[in-house]
């Protein structure tokens, strides 16, 4: 995926995963989130079970990711949050700068956002966490039609 090319993402076992390889063909979701606040601790598992549903109960697998972006205070805080709360997706790691450039180019002004975004890093939605609250599952279709990502899900 261009948006994060050349760089290194980690599972929330701490384990280096390839971009290219685990992005390739999907729509992504950029998760801004940190530990601390209510807001995101209300909404992850929410998206949690939205991810879970999508990607790992459907057969076959939505072609969904989510790249959690910490704005948490500490590694150690990213850490915690991830093992405590998040699905099976993946993160930039916390001490990767490349962050603070990906909340710049999203306009980042409050969390927990969530970006969906094309394999080019092009904008479908900036409303990801409104949309999952407001339709659910249902929401992941419309991203689906403007997102030219090869898709044989289907819903049940």
Not at 30 to 39: E, M, R
Not at 122 to 137: C, F, M, P
Request: overall charge negative; aromatic content about 12%; some cysteine.
């Amino acid at each position: 995926m261009d948006l994060f090319s050349g760089r290194i993402l980690i599972n929330k076992y701490g384990d280096q995963v390839d971009p290219e390889e685990a992005l390739q063909n999907k729509i992504v979701g950029l998760y801004f989130s940190a530990s601390c606040g209510s807001p995101c601790r209300d909404f992850t598992p929410i998206l949690c079970d939205f991810y879970t549903e999508l990607v790992e109960e459907s057969y076959p697998s939505a072609q969904f990711e989510i790249v959690f972006i910490s704005l948490d205070k500490s590694p150690e805080d990213m850490v915690d949050y991830m093992h405590e709360m998040h699905g099976e997706w993946l993160a930039l790691p916390w001490h990767d700068p490349y962050k603070h450039d990906l909340k710049k180019k999203y306009n980042i002004t409050a969390i927990p956002k969530l970006v969906i975004v094309k394999q080019s890093g092009e904008v479908i939605t900036d409303k990801g966490r409104k949309q999952i609250r407001e339709r659910g599952l249902a929401c992941f279709h419309t991203w689906l039609e403007v997102a030219d990502v090869f898709q044989n899900f289907t819903s049940k």
